[in-house]
């Protein structure tokens, strides 16, 4: 499985990015997909994740009301919407691949390289 995402940048506050992110290498639809990001200084963390169906979406409690996380199987994509933005928000962000969607949070199977959200006050 390879993961790339992109559409990272700097931003001001309260600005809007999407991320997307392609899985190549095997079958989209069945992984369960999810965003991390880590904070300069801070351990990595979990953002969202949503169903290899596309029925379940789960965020963390800072991205509850701002932030999206939808799939496009067809194009084998996952993206975050991520609108509101604040400068606590910039991090590199990572998209992951998991085969259970219960433990994608914590250890989901695989990892993209990262793309850098910067957001200026």
């Known amino acids: 499985v390879q993961l790339q995402a992109s559409g990272g940048g700097m931003v001001e506050a309260g600005g809007s990015l999407r991320l997307s992110c392609v899985l190549s290498g095997r079958t989209f639809s069945m992984y369960n997909m999810g965003w991390f990001r880590q904070p300069p200084g801070k351990e990595r963390e979990f953002v969202a994740a949503?169903?290899?169906?596309?029925?379940?979406?789960y965020y963390s409690d800072s991205a509850k009301g701002r932030f999206t996380i939808s799939r496009d199987n067809a194009r084998n994509t996952v993206y975050l919407q991520m609108n509101s933005l604040k400068p606590e928000d910039t991090a590199v962000y990572y998209c992951a691949a998991g085969a259970n969607i219960a433990t994608l949070s914590a250890s989901p199977g695989y990892w993209g390289k990262g793309t850098q959200v910067t957001v200026s006050s």
């Open positions: 949503v169903a290899s169906t596309g029925g379940g979406r």
